[in-house]
């Protein structure tokens, strides 16, 4: 069983940047990858950005594309999400979470963290 905790959010101006953080912990020896999501008030949840857990594939959401950069640490087991260039509709609750194989679904959600981009 895999927990995550997601840190890093904040408030920022528009244009400004923030680097979220993704720890693990416990058994991650069956992740398959890892994927950030995140739900802004009476929105549905959102896809983001995914990364293979070990190889350099990585995959982004089309709002994101050139903004936001995925990062792996896996001596640390955390993935990084370094937005930048922030908009106002970038505001929401970030998450993140795993799944074991490439056909399954995510799931070991966090708690997640807000990040508010001001205008």
């Known amino acids: 069983q895999v927990q995550l905790a997601e840190s890093g959010g904040g408030l920022v101006p528009v244009g400004g940047s923030l680097r979220l953080s993704c720890a693990a912990s416990g058994d991650t020896a069956t992740t398959y990858a890892v994927g950030w999501f995140r739900q802004a008030p009476t929105k549905e949840r959102e896809f983001v950005a995914g990364?293979?857990?070990?190889?350099?594939?990585?995959w982004y959401g089309d709002s994101v594309k050139g903004r936001f950069t995925l990062s792996r640490d896996n001596a640390k087991k955390t993935v990084y999400l370094q937005m930048n260039s922030l908009k106002s509709e970038d505001t929401a609750v970030y998450y993140c979470?795993?799944?074991?194989?490439?056909?399954?679904?995510?799931?070991?959600w966090g708690q997640g963290t807000q990040v508010t981009v001001s205008s």
């Open positions: 990364c293979m857990w070990s190889g350099s594939s990585t």
């Open positions: 979470a795993v799944k074991t194989t490439k056909a399954g679904s995510f799931g070991s």
